[in-house]
């Protein structure tokens, strides 16, 4: 809990029966959304499900967890002083450190106040005769707000198998998105990772250093480039602060919304020695911006096969045993799944405790009593730590029972995936927004810039409606599904579509096959801006 914050517990909040804006989640957009409606003057409550403000940074607090944007740019840019006051310690932040940042912004604006923690929002109603929002919380509130903000994550609704007899199991069980606050001991313990994507990448090299025995359960092998994390050099921060507004102007405006150093050269247009020199110092660098090594990387299957060659060939180099390097070896291509950063991942199989176990070819069977049974052996296993990801974008909307127009359920109306505006709204569910929903480039882009411009955008389409006298927004079912159609028309032209990533729901079974993010920051925020412009095209006022 933060210091010096005054939270508003529910057992002491009184009823709220009447607010101009009900928010749900206090990660970073939660957190922006309140500030920005208190600053002009509307009156806003926020539930979160957490006991802390936070969101993801509250949620994930498994060993090795940290940001693998740069510090200087994962962060808000919406108040000068705020971004000048803070002093980032690392090139990319730590878990804890980035949670100390969440609750120093609402500690510096006063936002506690608002904000009911330990509360679910389980329902959201339409009433058409009153155009307002009907809220129920799994806390027994019940609140009539003329708007309703889903700030509630991407990646907050966490994913479990369901493996059979997992509820058997006699050690301890975890997940990566819901670590305990009190931290875990492995010590003397075997251990059972159950995933390979970011969280286990991140988390493997801290378990496997502690336990006594660590099995890694392998579906499918990811990319992943070397943080090269360092303690941040104060002079380069002060270099940053003394023009941070234009650096931050000046990576909106990059693919991503980030300073990827895009190369904008054609990896088939150049030399054997130029491709190999970019790749490597581009390795040398570490993390995200390898995928800006070229300019094709995401879009032609033929230059992506050569950086494919490149990372395979530097899987070998870093682990001694060879059919264990094949095994982390990935298939798809690169950036297809998001692509992971590391500190020591793949150095870690050659570790004596350590041991890559291949459940593409033989599935976990079951979960026993002791351990895990796949399709050809049994492990004895203490705990096991289920690094098994998210019901990405959706999961966390759909968990709530969400009616609109005519009592149509949203569920319903995404039953064969999710379909909004812009990513902002869906049609049929008036005063409804989402921050960062699927159909925004959300989860492709660094994600602080993102929540902001979905923040800034619904905070002046609500002072707009005020202005003139309007009392709902809606998105036209035309535009939706123009802007449907479009998001996957883009997809289809880039390497996106070939692999089974959390971007298409593929690692929740039967959740609709559909590409959900948007890819096309900055060009987006354009088209945001343009919508607005002509009087908000596409939407109706009412
Ligand atoms: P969240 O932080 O997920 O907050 C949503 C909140 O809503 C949660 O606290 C949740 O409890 C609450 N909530 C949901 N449903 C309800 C409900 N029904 N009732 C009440 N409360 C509810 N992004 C990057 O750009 N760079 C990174 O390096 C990066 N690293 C990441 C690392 C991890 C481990 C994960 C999981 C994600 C990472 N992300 C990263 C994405 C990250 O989620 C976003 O950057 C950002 O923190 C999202 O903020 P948010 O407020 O939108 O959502
Ligand atoms: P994830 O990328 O979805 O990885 C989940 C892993 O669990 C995958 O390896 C998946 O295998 C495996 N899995 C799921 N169900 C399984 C089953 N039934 N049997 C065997 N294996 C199974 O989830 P995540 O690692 O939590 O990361 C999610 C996203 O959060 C990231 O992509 C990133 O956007 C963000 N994140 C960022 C960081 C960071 O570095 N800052 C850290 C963590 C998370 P398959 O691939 O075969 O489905």
Known sequence: MQQGADPVRPEESERV????????GAGFAGLYMLHRLREQGASARVFERGSGIGGTWFWNRYPG???????????????EELQQEWEWTE?????PEILRYAEHVAERFDLMRDIQLETS??????DEAASRWEIRTDRGDRVSARFCVLATGCLSSTNHPAFEGAERFRGDTYHTGRWPHEGVDFTGKRV???GTGSSAIQSIPHIAAQAEHLFVFQRTPNYSIPANNH???????????????AFRARNRAMPAGLDTHPNDESVLAVSAERREEVFESRWEHGGLPFMGAFNDLGTSHEANELAKDFLHRKIRALVDDPATADLLCPDQEVGCKRICVDTGYFE???RENVRLVDVRTAPIEEITETGLRTADASYELDAIVYATGFDAMTGAILGIDIRGQGGESLRDAWSAGPRTYLGLQSAGFPNLFTVTGPGSPSVLSNMIPSIEQHVEWIADCIAYLDAHGHESIEAELPAQDAWVDHVNEVASATIYLGCNSWYLGANVPGKPRVFMPYIGFPTYVAKCEEVVSKGYEGFQLT
């Open 65 to 79: 967890a940290r940001c693998d944007v740069e510090s200087m740019e994962y962060s808000y840019q919406f108040s």
């Open 231 to 245: 303690p941040l050099d104060p002079e380069f921060q002060r270099r940053i602060k003394a023009e941070y507004p």
């Open 348 to 350: 870690t199989f050659n």
């Open 121 to 126: 929002v389980v329902s959201a109603t339409w």
């Open 17 to 24: 029966d009447a607010v101009d804006v009900i928010v749900v």
């Open 91 to 95: 090139r990319y932040a730590t878990q």
């Open 192 to 194: 059972g990772v159950i």
